[in-house]
């Protein structure tokens, strides 16, 4: 086993810098390619044998001769890192993690995750730069598609299943990897919803709501924590000492590796928070950001700094230290090419487990929106189906950040489709692409459709219209996919509508000129499959949204745990003024968080509480009988959210504290039962503490965050 603090007493002060120094694969290739970009970072040739890890190469074959090159030709031969990008999926790729979050399915996620990361294994990937958990608010920010939604206890659910998924009970099992959870912290509050922009969040909010899933990770054992792009209180979070030191290491016991994320120590200047990149240097790393990624700042300013007596080399090794350790974590020292394996790749990589585990995460992903007189699932026995749109026949529905995934081998819902329809009564037109269109195309889209007795329409976003720096103002449908849409509906036909997206759009003008939509989100490799089994009956849909779709983009934000105000709108009229609310839209978003419709109908009723008085050291039970009062069987995702009445601070008026996936067969009746305790009901308080209050409280039970029966109790304290 190595000895660590050993190994670091034989370093130069410019080894430990390039341990601290991460770039791209690209210059580690041999190629004279290479001289150029290296020289414009201000370092040499020899300094990419100091490096400590590789940014985004894969592949067995390609990393493996990185490593070998770098074990052979380095001085102190300490193994490169191998750092990328899986966040759904390596090469089969899975839903989007925002379509993975509506499955409401941790265990089948976790399930899905580790698959991802037995491809990446094999692949050479040692670190994941996943989960990423930013809670969001506002879908006009792209990176919505990357986080599991906008409620902090569901985030965090979701949070340690990915990194459960990754690392495993242990590194010594095989394919596992270590989880870098990101982006450290608040990145999904960007003001507007603009990528990078600035975010303005009050302590309470920052720890209540957004903090919870980062610490989830962190509690499960994350190895690596990714600081994000923006400001907290207008310090950037690479160079934020009270975030990286006081809340990460102090109050949570991080003890892991932090690495910036691309260029964000550079960055600092940029922020106004560095005169130069001597500054950013000296602030990031006394913050404690450990790796610089893809900039080389540290090796430009690093020994200059320690030589001034500006920065204590004490710092730098510190950070040395956290690297060694996880190279020794992941055995690195003993098998620097770990499970990196030609052979394996072409056994697991996109193996028949995996795409099956494709399918059935993608099936449990959809959420069915509307679904008037029932028309789905679809009778489709002699009947002429069209099939009309931009995604008709497109396999480009793996989602941004899709890692090594082909769409040439994801399954089209047109392939899907046919798979299962009788042959000859499919008939497909393109009607437009995702942004242009022609009035001849859609006119002879109208004239398929008018042929057939029922359309379904392929409708969304290209995969670059979100993820990074995909941040957008207008949240309709992209071109002229909506004057398509009308020309289909007017047509008199049933209009089943099927969205490929990557954010909560403004569904309106759709919902009104359709009879069903399904939210396909980007379903991966088996999207296809996925969606013809749930369109023509074989699954039925199960999806609950996990973040709010907006009556318009106008409304934004709008999420479920919202607080009171002093002036609640409490009924939909316009009566009451000079309430909180819009004088043209209603406050309630146009579909809420929760929410999801299956091929059968459920009710609830008789909510009660076995005791009504809980007190900190008790348990009190709460139930609802939950009917599937419909002709099939389905999934109902049962739902515990709790009020705190009256708090040292305003309190949101519901938040999610429980859920059950039940399935229920035709007519079959069940009590679920949620236990409460007082932990549930912390928060961060007036006086900064993390606790409960006592006083009254509300608990409902229902399908999503809108419909709920309710049952009050107090705690006593
Ligand atoms: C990007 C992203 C981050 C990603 C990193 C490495 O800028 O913000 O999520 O992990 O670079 O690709």
């Not at 290739?29 to 190469?57: C, K, R």
């Not at 509050?189 to 920052?206: F, H, K, Q």
């Not at 839209?585 to 609830?604: A, D, M, Q, V």
């Amino acid at each position: 086993m190595v000895d660590v603090k050993e190994l670091i007493k034989k370093m130069t002060l410019r080894e430990k810098l390039g341990q601290m120094t991460q770039l791209d694969g690209f210059y580690f290739s041999e190629s004279s390619a290479v001289t150029g970009p290296i020289s414009e970072m201000n370092i040499s040739e020899d300094d990419i044998l100091l490096l400590g890890s590789v940014l985004g190469t894969t592949g067995a074959s390609q990393t493996t001769r990185i490593q070998k090159r770098h074990m052979e030709k380095s001085r102190l031969a300490i193994p490169l890192l191998f750092m990328a990008d899986v966040i759904h999926g390596y090469r089969t790729i899975f839903p989007i993690p925002l379509a993975l979050g509506c499955t409401w399915d941790p265990e089948l996620v976790e399930q899905a995750m580790a698959a991802a990361a037995k491809e990446a294994s094999v692949a050479g990937v040692h670190v994941n730069f996943s989960p990423m958990v930013d809670m969001v608010r506002d879908p006009r920010w792209g990176r919505v598609m990357e986080t599991t939604g906008e409620d902090p206890y569901l985030n965090s659910l979701f949070a340690k299943a990915f990194v459960k998924a990754y690392q495993g009970s242990s590194y010594d099992v095989p394919y596992t990897l270590a989880a870098c959870v990101k982006h450290f912290a608040g990145y999904g509050g960007a003001e507007a919803g603009r990528d990078y922009n600035t975010v303005e969040l009050s302590n309470y909010t920052l720890r209540d709501q957004y903090l919870p899933a980062y610490k989830a990770a962190v509690d499960a054992g994350c190895d690596m924590v990714m600081t994000s792009f923006n400001t907290l209180d207008g310090v950037p979070s690479t160079a934020n000492t009270w975030l990286l030191r006081e809340v990460l290491r102090n109050e949570w016991g991080f003890n892991g590796v932090v690495i910036s994320d691309w260029g964000a120590v550079k960055e600092i200047i940029a922020h106004g928070v560095a005169e130069d990149g001597k500054e950013a240097v000296l602030k990031s790393i006394t913050a404690g950001t450990n790796i610089e990624m893809m900039t080389s700042t540290y090796l430009n300013w690093g020994e200059k700094l320690v030589e001034e007596g500006l920065l204590d080399e004490a710092l730098i090794d510190e950070a040395v230290e956290r690297i060694l350790e996880l190279k020794v974590k992941l055995g690195l020292f003993e098998n620097p090419y770990r499970y990196a394996d030609t052979e394996k790749e072409k056994e697991i990589i996109l193996c028949k487990e995996h795409r099956e585990l494709a399918y059935e995460t993608a099936v449990q992903s959809l959420v069915l929106l509307k679904n008037d007189d029932d028309i789905l699932p679809l009778d489709a026995a002699n009947k002429k189906i069209a099939l009309i749109g931009p995604f008709a026949e497109s396999r480009s529905i793996l989602g941004g950040w899709s890692c090594e995934g082909r769409d040439e081998e994801a399954v089209s819902i047109k392939e899907g489709l046919e798979a299962i329809l009788p042959a000859d009564s499919l008939f497909i037109a393109k009607g437009c692409d995702i942004e242009e269109g022609t009035d001849q195309d859609i006119a002879d889209a109208v004239r398929l459709a008018e042929k057939c007795d029922v359309i379904i329409a392929a409708l969304g976003e290209h995969a670059g219209m979100s993820g990074e720096a995909g941040s957008r103002a207008f949240l309709t449908l992209p071109g002229r996919q909506q004057e398509l849409l009308d020309a289909l509906y007017s047509t008199g036909k049933k209009v089943i509508v099927v969205l490929f997206n990557g954010r909560p759009l403004d569904l309106r003008p759709i919902v009104e000129h359709s009879a069903a939509v399904l939210e396909a989100w980007f379903p991966g490799t088996e999207g296809g499959n996925a969606i013809a089994s749930v369109l023509l009956g074989k699954k039925a849909p199960s999806g609950r949204l996990t973040m709010s779709f907006p009556y318009t983009v106008g409304q934004i934000p709008v999420y479920y745990n919202h607080l009171n105000t002093g002036r609640p709108k409490l009924v939909d009229t316009i009566e009451n003024r000079f309430c909180s609310a819009f004088l043209d839209i209603p406050n309630k978003p146009l579909f809420p968080f929760g929410y999801g419709l299956t091929y059968t109908t459920f009710e609830y009723a008789d909510i009660k509480l076995d005791n009504n008085m809980l007190t900190p050291d008790s348990v009190i039970r709460v139930s609802a009988v939950v009917k599937n009062t419909g002709s099939r069987a389905g999934v109902e995702t049962v739902q515990l959210y709790i009020r705190d009445i009256t708090g040292s601070r305003s309190r949101p008026v519901k938040e999610l504290k429980g859920f059950e996936r039940i399935e229920l067969q035709p007519g079959e009746a069940r009590k679920v039962t949620f236990d409460i305790t007082e932990d549930m009901l912390k928060f961060t308080r007036l006086d900064g503490k993390f606790d409960s209050e006592a006083g009254r409280f509300t608990a409902m039970i229902g399908p999503n965050a809108e419909d709920t029966l309710s049952v009050d109790f107090i705690l006593d304290k």
